[in-house]
């Protein structure tokens, strides 16, 4: 079982920013592209952003101009770079690790993000 270890999750105001990360086992991570997802209550999982091992990043419009997708390669570390953030951005976070070509698609645990108004 292939294991995705995020972190960086927490309260914060609106306006104000974080910044999530997730590691995965480094054979994982040089050979998926990685994403972020996240889930609000009583709604569906959603697409955030995603990047590949080319360094293309893929963002949804609700976070475009304030989220950033990056990747350490030597760190097998994704992170999200969240900037004036928004009460409706409040959500649990996931890291997720997909290759289409060979039908893998791995989860981390989640991460909560909350923003207060």
């Known amino acids: 079982q292939v294991q995705l270890e995020e972190s960086g999750g927490g309260l914060v105001q609106a306006g104000g920013s974080l910044r999530l990360s997730c590691v995965a086992p480094?054979?994982?991570?040089?050979?998926?592209?990685m994403g972020w997802f996240r889930q609000a209550p009583e709604k569906e999982r959603e697409f955030v952003a995603a990047?590949?091992?080319?360094?293309?990043?893929y963002y949804a419009d609700s976070v475009k101009g304030r989220f950033t997708i990056s990747r350490d390669n030597a760190k097998a570390t994704v992170y999200l770079q969240m900037n004036s953030l928004k009460p409706e951005d409040t959500a649990v976070y996931y890291c997720?690790?997909?290759?289409?070509?060979?039908?893998?698609?791995?989860w981390g645990q989640g991460t909560q993000v909350t923003v207060s108004s």
């Open positions: 997720n690790a997909v290759r289409y070509s060979i039908s893998t698609n791995y």
């Open positions: 480094r054979r994982t991570f040089s050979s998926h592209t």
């Open positions: 990047i590949n091992w080319s360094g293309n990043t």
